[in-house]
Each structure stands twice: as structure tokens, then as C-alpha cells.
């Protein structure tokens, strides 16, 4: 069956950094674009990077360009968000998602991993 695993998160201070993993199973992974998300506590889950199936394209939102880098490795079936110069906006559940190409739509999600950034 499908399953999307993240993991990396942790309680971290400002200005430190994190590397999310994604390990993906059960789909044929680089046919897929993939993307990060975040869903911080009393609101919605939204987009903040995405990468497509051969790696070619990624996209962030404004907030985290020049401090995020999302990447892949399709030889591993896992996608990672490096996280540089942390900031307390950055906390949140990060879920990996993939996303039929062409798609706005994530087809499968991971159940998610904490980032807590203190000040």
C-alpha cells in the first residue's frame, strides 16, 4: 500500500536548521511531483515547496524562499526540505504530500512531522 514517512522534525532554537525526510513506498515515485506542506495550530494546511518528478522545477512560497531547499533523490523514493535560519513562524506539522503532475491536488499525504522553533 502507499505510505509517505516523514521524519526529522524537532524542538529547535531560531536560526538553527532542520533536514525533513519523506521515504515514499507503494507508487512509482518519480512520476509523481512532490511537495511539502505546513499546518501550523488554528490553521489550515498550506503549500511551501514542491519539486517535480525528474527534479528539474521546484517552487516555494515567498516566506521560505532563499531558506528552504526542497530536493529528491528518486534512487531512494525520498524527497527532503532542508530548513535553514529557522525562525517561531517556521513551527508547524510538515507533511509530505505527492501530487499528480499537473495536479493542484495531493493524491497521498504522510501523517506528518513537528517542527517547533523557540525564540
Known amino acids: 500500500q502507499v505510505q509517505l514517512l516523514e521524519s526529522g522534525g524537532g524542538l529547535v532554537q531560531a536560526g538553527d536548521s532542520l533536514r525533513l525526510s519523506c521515504a515514499a513506498s507503494?507508487?512509482?515515485?518519480?512520476?509523481?511531483?512532490m511537495g511539502w506542506f505546513q499546518q501550523a495550530p488554528g490553521k489550515e494546511r498550506e503549500f511551501v515547496a514542491g519539486?517535480?518528478?525528474?527534479?528539474?522545477?521546484?517552487y516555494y512560497i515567498d516566506s521560505v524562499k532563499g531558506r528552504f531547499t526542497i530536493s529528491r533523490d528518486n534512487s531512494k523514493n525520498t524527497v527532503y526540505l532542508q530548513m535553514n535560519s529557522l525562525k517561531p513562524e517556521d513551527t508547524a506539522v510538515y507533511y509530505c504530500?505527492?501530487?499528480?503532475?499537473?495536479?493542484?491536488?495531493?493524491?497521498?499525504w504522510g501523517q506528518g512531522t513537528q517542527v517547533t522553533v523557540s525564540s
Open positions: 519539486i517535480s518528478g525528474n527534479g528539474d522545477s521546484t
Open positions: 504530500a505527492a501530487i499528480v503532475s499537473g495536479s493542484y491536488t495531493p493524491s497521498y
Open positions: 507503494g507508487f512509482t515515485f518519480s512520476s509523481y511531483d
